[in-house]
């Protein structure tokens, strides 16, 4: 479900990019060993970028997974990864190995690469949170990350589990009702998620998705506010033409400004770096020399390449024309996450038995919600997944990087190099 939120932002000198992911978990089932791999640990700081490579590596496999349908996209595979790493941690046997396949957590042993055990997986992955968060409050710009547990009153969960989960992705537990007030437990969850998101993501959890069966559900907020670097002239801003396709044209609010900017042009791509404040978050844009030439984009893009372009970025004047955009966009994650290999997890054969220590839960829904909103200040992103589980050169004139036909953008944090949100701009207006 796609729609489109227009907002105004009156004097704001500052915009937003806010992200949250939430994980309903609530009927899992187990069988089969729960072995895992014993590994020595390797450093910090190869650990973090080992998660922060297998990240990347799924926000551009599910990338290609959602790009088959027509229209805009846009989402938050940080926060997906986030809240599936948060529920993977009371996964075992056949379930864990299939989660950490499809999501490319480094916990599995594969030649010539690096892997790590459980305890450091998580570790690492805490650290880089960490790492966000500090670097959020030191009045840079605002960037943060959140987590929390809802739990099922009375419903017991393994200490292991719930202290892994708060030591490092700090999520503490609140109890909630979902056998006898499920609409109250909803509506709880709900704010909490208003609340993180700047009130950007509202319903989240839609009447029916949790019921009586819930038992537990995991929540990541992800918020991050920032202006360009290098803004862009309001009054420079024109009504121009995008082409929605080679033949279709329609009118655009599209903004232009000249500077030096990250750039580079492939083959078939100009691909161009857009630095927020600070410059350690940046939106990359990826756009077709053609104008119909989406597709051949989306088939070259993988974490290979993006991380082979960014590394060959080089500063040099351009001249560049944006249009302004808004979106939301709705997803239902569960197919997909099962067409990718993550199948255990959904039916009675999964094992979550880490979680309580049973094997009676497995995941019923993963719902993603995701808002950007780009224009002169810069740019403004809320996303919320929701996964429920159930019992059961020369001189020359400067280039010029006309952004008048569909293009992919990313957004991500360059002090870690990960991609916090993903996209596809095909029609500016809806």
Request: charged share 25%.
């Amino acid at each position: 479900m796609k729609e489109v939120d227009n907002l105004r932002f009156g004097d704001l000198k500052m915009k937003k990019i806010m992200i949250i992911l939430i994980v309903f978990a609530a009927s899992i089932v187990c069988q089969g060993g729960c072995a895992e791999y014993q590994v020595g640990d390797v450093n910090s700081q190869t650990g973090q970028r080992t998660v922060v490579e297998g990240n990347n590596k799924f926000a551009l496999d599910l990338y290609a997974k959602l790009s088959s349908e027509e229209g805009n996209l846009f989402f938050s595979p940080y926060s997906i990864s986030t809240a599936l790493a948060m529920t993977y941690s009371g996964a075992k046997g056949q379930t864990a190995e299939q989660m950490a396949e499809v999501l490319h957590f480094p916990t599995r042993q594969h030649e010539e690469e690096t892997y790590l055990s459980q305890q450091q997986f998580h570790r690492d992955f805490g650290k880089i949170i960490q790492d966000m968060n500090a670097r959020g409050r030191e009045d840079k710009y605002e960037l943060s990350i959140a987590n929390a547990l809802w739990g099922q009153q009375g419903y017991e969960f393994l200490d292991e589990f719930l202290e892994l989960i708060k030591a490092n992705y700090d999520g503490g537990l609140n109890k909630v009702d979902f056998t006898k007030a499920t609409e109250q437990a909803r509506q709880t969850i709900n704010e909490w998620v208003e609340e993180k998101t700047n009130d950007k993501i509202k319903e989240l959890i839609k009447k029916g998705v949790l019921d009586r069966m819930t038992r537990l559900v995991l929540t990541n907020a992800i918020y991050f506010k920032g202006n360009w670097a290098s803004r862009f002239d309001e009054k420079l801003t024109r009504d121009a033409q995008f082409y929605v396709s080679a033949s279709e044209r329609i009118k655009v609010p599209m903004m232009n400004q000249k500077g030096k900017f990250g750039y580079i042009q492939t083959e078939d791509l100009q691909i161009l770096e857009l630095p927020y404040v600070e410059d350690e978050l940046s939106m990359v844009i990826l756009l077709p020399l053609k104008k119909d030439g989406i597709d051949t984009a989306e088939q070259q893009i993988n974490s290979n390449k993006l991380s082979e372009w960014m590394q060959n970025l080089k500063e040099k004047e351009v001249v560049v024309f944006l249009p302004k955009f808004t979106m939301t966009q709705e997803l239902s994650l569960a197919e997909t996450l099962k067409s990718m290999g993550m199948v255990d997890a959904f039916t009675g054969d999964a094992d979550f038995s880490g979680m309580n220590g049973k094997r009676n839960l497995f995941i019923s829904a993963v719902i993603h919600k995701a808002y950007v909103d780009v224009n002169e200040e810069g740019t403004e992103a809320a996303a919320a997944t929701a996964v429920t589980v159930r019992l059961t050169a020369v001189e020359k004139p400067p280039p010029v990087f006309r952004a008048d036909h569909p293009f992919i953008f990313v957004i991500r944090d360059k002090v870690t190099d990960s991609i916090l949100f993903l996209g596809r701009v095909i029609n500016p207006n809806q």
